[in-house]
């Protein structure tokens, strides 16, 4: 258990923690509580200008546009799922980064 077993957690340890880096930003951008709190932190900045929509009033304005209730209900499930989801990958990705860190600690401190 030399070099080569470190040199293989490093390499594994970035793997690791550049995925869950990933999928954490993936997910960051398909929360709907990351849009509410996006939105809310636009307008008490005061930086929404005339008739630009904030990101959540964009969600809501495409659910709403639908011509048909059933269109409504698809696309708003849609978004529910894809919360789900996006809750799911950042907890994921949230694990990854630790135990990429873990891996390179464990190179670092136990087999050197």
Do not use: P
């Amino acid at each position: 258990m030399g070099l080569e077993t470190n040199i293989m957690l490093y390499i594994a340890a970035g793997i690791s923690i550049l995925l869950g880096m990933m999928m954490r930003r993936w997910s960051g951008q398909h929360d709907l509580i990351g849009a509410l709190t996006g939105s809310a932190w636009q307008l008490i900045r005061g930086k929404r200008r005339g008739g630009q929509l904030t990101d959540i009033e964009e969600r809501v304005a495409g659910i709403t546009s639908a011509a048909t209730t059933g269109e409504k209900i698809r696309r708003a499930t849609g978004s529910v799922i894809g919360h789900l989801l996006s809750a799911t990958a950042g907890l994921i990705g949230l694990v990854l980064i630790l135990a990429g860190i873990a891996m390179a600690a464990a190179g670092y401190f136990y087999f050197s």
